[in-house]
């Protein structure tokens, strides 16, 4: 079965960078949309940032500008490159493969953001 780990996670002073990675397992990666949410305490889940089999991208508002999600197909890898960072960043942070016929998650990664 599809298997995802995130990684990357920290905690991290407003206006610094971190790089989230999440490497897939068991499908053929590059078949695959690949998708980073967020949640917050409290909080729905929120899309971040979408990366297409093709590698078009697409931002959440609130981090256009400041995020970019990144593939590398060669290493089953989906990056998202964090700058900028607020406290209100702060949240778990998942990545979901998704073939068109199977969707999968991982168990997420923890960003935490001091001001």
């Known amino acids: 079965q599809v298997q995802l780990v995130e990684s990357g996670g920290d905690l991290v002073q407003a206006g610094g960078s971190l790089r989230l990675s999440c490497v897939a397992s068991?499908?053929?990666?590059?078949?695959?949309?690949m998708t980073w949410f967020r949640q917050a305490p409290g909080k729905q889940r929120e899309l971040v940032a979408v990366i297409a089999r093709d590698s078009r991208t697409n931002y959440a508002e609130s981090v256009k500008g400041r995020f970019t999600i990144s593939r590398d197909n060669a290493k089953n890898t989906v990056y998202l490159q964090m700058n900028s960072l607020k406290p209100e960043d702060t949240a778990v942070y998942s990545c979901?493969?998704?073939?068109?016929?199977?969707?999968?998650w991982g168990l997420g990664t923890q960003v935490t953001v001091s001001s």
């Open positions: 068991g499908t053929r990666f590059s078949d695959n949309q």
């Open positions: 979901k493969a998704d073939d068109g016929l199977f969707h999968s």
